[in-house]
């Protein structure tokens, strides 16, 4: 790619994002549009809609953005939990990592590729048609001794990672025990979940429970709650809630559009009525214990007096049998995921091997959308392709379109299609709980993209025809070194398109804009429900795209130091953007209490390890033997540190300390108001298919239960602007 295609892409993607930021900053205080742009606030306790035009709210306005950058960690934490305040933290140790690669990359390594002459000579006076190339260490002469300068910055910033990365696993380690012992005692700190639950004859679930926890935890066992099959009651209700919908907008209709329109089922009011009082009475009568007896599930919500008893029950192994009384930590009650339940542990294990499977054909078949992209990238090989459109392709401005905005778009449109087919495949895989699903989701969705982004388009764009250099695995590094720097200049438009462009998209939310603009223009009923659900942010498709980028800007930043402002770009907008949006936007769904961050650490470790790699397959092409050799014990002393801090940190994410229990239950003890908890802690986990329906004007919603109450702790800053 030459300069100019770069600086097209650039501009275009920099017309888009100030376009967004615009109009988002104009369409946020307009009082139509509060609910897609500001939906925690009206949620919180309302804004006041004042519908006079006034000047300022027809002017973009940066306001936002101060509010945003001036957010500290302990608001963040109070509005939106933990798992908000790593994420943010995430972005801190890019923008930490790559500040520091920018000074080095840029003001030492940059001067030295530009002087090199392997390539060709750089000539500024016609910068706008340079290769890219010139900018890369492929430029470097090779035995230069300027390759040294690239040698120790790799040092450099494989010490400064390290230490980053030691330092907030400490640092997110104290918070998870600050965030905790600050906590209000919460359901799921008292609760495990068993499965595989033996059954004598002649005796139910619930019998079996009792007696066993009775027997072997009988100073600590409180009681328990018996799952049942609810799958055909939970459709049952959205139907009961649809029809409830319908009759309350029939019930808004004039009596001359009622006339004109006679409805999709072709019912009357009063037939419309009576068919919801049958549906509810149906409703009522198959939520009863009657019905239920014969549809329980040989799982079961298990409740302790203490938090480090159900600590114990759900760490040690219960029975001779290990598929027999398997316990695990139950999640909290609003982040069950109540369909798996039914599931044995054949059919969890079986699905574990179908998933793996499936994963490697999507893998596989995401190959032809990468050749598609590499295609357009090597216009060569387009025009061999497709003759008929070389002279279209033979205009300038053509040509820097099709080779720098075109290939990105279309990998970005192809890679939004991966994350909700990565949730759907972790959803049955067995996990108990959405938070686990989006971990789940999280590992697979990252891999994904680091094994058909960046490895896919490396080596087809390099060795497009000669795939069969491959297969020589003892020359992979040498293989990296010659296809990584290459394709320098299509990551760097990857990540103005898939990163600029994209993140401002997200602050200005435009898919919910077209539905709120499509239903202001297709629906009768113009004015939302006083009740709705917050959106919440999609922590398996956010935290991967981050890592990605941070993955690109450690493996380049010695071989193509150009990529690091446009990173730093990257990172800088989405520090504001999603700090912006955690106020104003996401509410918390689920909260694990930081465990994201051992993919995290994992991943820059990753990273780290194939940049040293690149670096020794790269000075041994250079024919620089020295250099590779002192590169050698690199990944060696980082995988190293990676297993310290895996021994040093790790069982912190898995489990809270005998010590840290302990402690918190000892202050329960003066705590009038632990009887009271204990006495509701038997209705957390009702199954929200089995909960009372309450019907309002606003529509059917599942009455209040303890849970609900007990989880409402965190509550968004009140602000517009």
């Known amino acids: 790619m030459i300069v100019s295609a770069l600086l097209t892409s650039v501009g275009i993607n920099s017309a888009l994002c100030i376009l967004f930021f615009a109009l988002y900053s104009i369409l946020r205080k307009q009082p139509g549009y509060l609910y897609v742009y500001v939906p925690r606030l009206l949620a919180a306790k309302g804004i006041e809609r004042n519908r006079l035009i006034r000047l300022k709210r027809l002017l973009p306005s940066p306001g936002w953005v101060k509010i945003a950058w001036k957010l500290t960690e302990e608001e963040l934490l109070s509005t939106t939990g933990l798992d908000a305040v790593v994420f943010i933290r995430i972005i801190i140790l890019c923008l930490k990592i790559f500040t520091f690669a920018g000074i080095i990359g840029l003001f030492i390594l940059l001067p030295i590729n530009c002087s090199g002459t392997q390539l060709a000579a750089f000539d500024i006076t016609v910068i706008s048609n340079e290769t890219l190339d010139l900018f890369t260490i492929s430029n470097v002469n090779n035995g230069s001794k300027w390759l040294w300068a690239h040698c120790s910055a790799v040092y450099l910033i494989t010490g400064f990672v390290c230490y980053l990365l030691y330092h907030e696993y400490d640092y997110i380690c104290s918070k998870r025990n600050a965030y905790f012992y600050a906590s209000k005692p919460q359901p799921h700190q008292f609760t495990i979940l068993v499965r595989g639950i033996p059954v004598t004859p002649g005796s139910s679930v619930s019998e079996s429970v009792n007696n066993f926890f009775k027997e072997y935890h009988p100073t600590t066992y409180l009681s328990h709650v018996v799952i049942h099959r609810t799958n055909k009651l939970f459709y049952l209700i959205n139907f009961v809630k649809k029809m409830y919908r319908r009759l309350t907008h029939r019930q808004s209709e004039s009596a001359k559009e009622y006339s004109r329109h006679i409805g999709s089922f072709g019912l009357h009011k009063s037939d419309l009525e009576q068919k919801l009082v049958d549906l509810e009475e149906n409703l009522r009568a198959k939520q009863s214990d009657d019905s239920l007896s014969g549809q329980e599930v040989r799982s079961a919500f298990v409740f302790f007096r203490s938090r480090f008893g159900a600590a114990i029950a759900s760490r040690l192994q219960q029975s001779e049998k290990p598929t027999e009384w398997v316990t695990e930590q139950a999640p909290e009650p609003n982040d069950v995921y ?384």
Not at 417 to 430: A, D, N, R, T
Not at 612 to 641: C, D, E, N, W
Not at 682 to 707: K, W
């Open 338 to 721: 109540w369909p798996f339940f039914q599931s044995t542990f054949l059919h969890r294990w079986m699905s574990r091997v179908v998933i793996i499977i499936t994963s490697i054909l999507l893998t596989v078949l995401f190959l032809i959308p990468v050749v598609l992209v590499q295609s357009l990238a090597n216009l060569s090989q387009l025009e061999v392709w497709f003759p008929s459109l070389k002279d279209f392709l033979t205009a300038k401005m053509v040509r820097q379109i099709v080779t720098g905005y075109l290939p990105n778009l279309i990998l970005q449109i192809f890679v939004k299609l991966v994350p909700p087919v990565m949730e759907f495949l972790s959803s049955i895989q067995g996990h108990i709980s959405y938070s686990e699903i989006q971990r789940s989701a999280c590992d697979k969705f990252l891999w994904f993209i680091v094994w058909n982004i960046f490895f896919a388009n490396v080596l087809s764009g390099s060795f497009f025809n000669l795939f069969a250099v491959l297969l020589d695995l003892k020359n992979i590094p040498s293989h990296l070194a010659v296809s990584v720097p290459a394709q320098a200049s299509f990551f760097i438009a990857y990540v103005v398109t898939s990163g600029w462009t994209s993140t401002t998209a997200d602050l200005f939310r435009i898919i919910q804009l077209i539905q709120s603009l499509f239903r202001k223009c297709c629906c009768c009923n113009r004015t939302p429900s006083i009740e709705f659900d917050l959106p919440y942010i999609y922590y398996h498709r956010e935290i991967p795209k981050i890592l990605f980028f941070g993955l690109l800007g450690i493996t380049y930043f010695f071989l193509a130091p150009l990529i690091l402002p446009f990173l730093l770009v990257y990172f800088l907008l989405a520090y504001v953007i999603y700090k912006n949006q955690f106020i104003h936007v996401y509410a918390p769904k689920f909260e694990t209490a930081g465990r994201f961050w051992p993919t995290v650490h994992n991943c820059m470790i990753f990273s780290l390890v194939l940049m040293h790699a690149i670096a020794l397959g790269i000075f041994t092409v250079k024919k620089l033997s020295s250099a590779s050799s002192l590169i050698f014990p690199l990944p060696v002393l980082t995988l190293l540190f990676n297993e310290y801090c895996r021994k040093r940190f790790l069982p912190n994410f898995s489990i809270y300390s005998a010590e840290t229990l302990i402690k918190k239950d000892r202050e329960d003890l003066s705590d009038p108001q632990m009887p009271q908890f204990f006495t509701e802690l038997i209705t957390a986990y009702m199954d929200p298919a089995l909960s009372p329906l309450q019907c309002s004007n606003s529509g059917c919603h599942r009455v209040p239960s303890f849970s609900d109450i007990s989880n409402d702790h965190i509550t968004p800053l009140l602000s517009l602007d």
